[in-house]
Each structure stands twice: as C-alpha cells, then as structure tokens.
C-alpha cells in the first residue's frame, strides 16, 4: 500500500525559508499537489506539479515565494518555501491523484499524507 510521508516543517521567522518533502512508498506515477489548513479555516490548495514536472499551478497567495518540484528517481516531491509569512501558518499535506495531469482540484486527489506543521513567527 502506498504512503506518503511529509517532512521538513517547523517554526521559522517572517521572511525564513523551508523546504517541505514527500516521499511516496511506492512509485510516483502520477501527478502531485500541495495542500495546506490553517486554524479554523478549510483546507486550501497550495501548488501542483505533472507527472513529467512540466506543468506547475500555484495559488496566487504563494506564485512568486514557493516552488514545486519532484524527483521522480526517489519517488519525492519537494515545496521550497521563500519569503514566508505569518499567513503561512498551517498544517502542509501532499497528495496524489491517479493521473499524470497537474490539478488544483482537491476532489481530484485520492492519497494523501499525514500533513507537517509549518509555524512562521512574526
């Protein structure tokens, strides 16, 4: 069965960086997206990547400060995240769907990992 793993969150101060991975069990055939729930608020998508890396979606509170990526070799995707704010706050979950295209619908996604806590402080 396969799993997804996050790892590499944690607290950080207004303009820090962090750099999220998730590793799969299994391979990773399939396209891959960033989600993130902070406090009180519902889950929200955050960023997508293809299967062949090609096709990248931000949300717009994020284009311009993180960057998806994946390595397909080691069955990881990564988020980098620059430039973080207090807003960024949340919990951080990757998820897979079952095809190879980029999507930022959450229904879209079937597997999902455990989440990290990402904590920036003002």
């Known amino acids: 069965q396969v799993q997804l793993v996050e790892s590499g969150g944690g607290l950080v101060q207004t303009g820090g960086s962090l750099r999220l991975s998730c590793v799969a069990s299994g391979r990773t055939v399939y396209s891959m997206g960033w989600f993130r729930q902070a406090p009180g608020k519902e889950r929200e998508f955050v960023a997508a990547n293809s299967l062949s890396g090609a096709t990248k979606y931000y949300a717009d509170s994020v284009r311009g400060r993180f960057t998806i990526s994946r390595d397909n070799a080691k069955n990881t995707v990564f988020l980098q995240m620059n430039s973080l704010k207090p807003e960024d706050t949340a919990i951080y979950y990757c998820?897979?769907?079952?095809?190879?295209?980029?999507?930022?619908?959450?229904?879209?996604?079937?597997?999902w990992g455990q989440g990290t806590q990402v904590t920036v402080s003002s």
């Open positions: 998820a897979r769907t079952l095809g190879s295209r980029a999507t930022t619908i959450m229904e879209d996604y079937n597997l």
